[in-house]
Nanobody, 123 residues
C-alpha cells in the first residue's frame, strides 16, 4: 500500500513562511499527479494546489496564488509546498493527495491521502 506522509507544519506569525513536504513510500510512483488540500475546523476540505506527474504544470486556488508554490514530481516521490506571506486564514490541517492520472482540483479525484500536518498562523 502506498503511503503519503506530510511534514513541516507549525506555528508562524502572519507574514511568515513555511515549507511543507509530502513523501510517498512506494517502489514506484510514476505518472502520479500530486496535490495539496486543506481543512479548517467546521469547514469543507478545499483545494490548495496541484502539480502534474512530471512537475511541468501547476494549478493553485485563487486564495493562495502568488503566495504558495508547489515543487517536485512523482518520480522523486516528494512534493513540497512553499508558503510565503502567510495569513491567519491559511490556518488549517494540510493534506497531501495523489492520483495516477492528470492533476485535478477535485477532492474526489484523489484516492491517496496523507494524515495531514497542522499549519497555524497567528496575527
Amino acid at each position: 500500500q502506498v503511503q503519503l506522509v506530510e511534514s513541516g507544519g507549525g506555528l508562524v506569525h502572519s507574514g511568515g513562511s513555511l515549507r511543507l513536504s509530502c513523501a510517498a513510500s512506494a517502489r514506484t510512483f510514476n505518472y502520479y499527479a500530486m496535490a495539496w488540500f486543506r481543512q479548517a475546523p467546521g469547514q469543507e476540505r478545499e483545494f490548495v494546489g496541484a502539480v502534474s506527474w512530471n512537475g511541468a504544470t501547476t494549478d493553485y486556488a485563487d486564495s493562495v496564488k502568488d503566495r504558495f508554490t508547489i515543487s517536485g514530481d512523482s518520480r522523486q516521490k516528494m512534493m513540497y509546498l512553499q508558503m510565503n506571506h502567510l495569513k491567519p486564514e491559511d490556518t488549517a490541517l494540510y493534506y497531501c493527495a495523489a492520483r495516477r492520472g492528470p492533476r485535478s482540483n477535485l477532492r474526489a479525484d484523489y484516492d491517496l491521502w496523507g494524515q495531514g500536518t497542522q499549519v497555524t498562523v497567528s496575527s
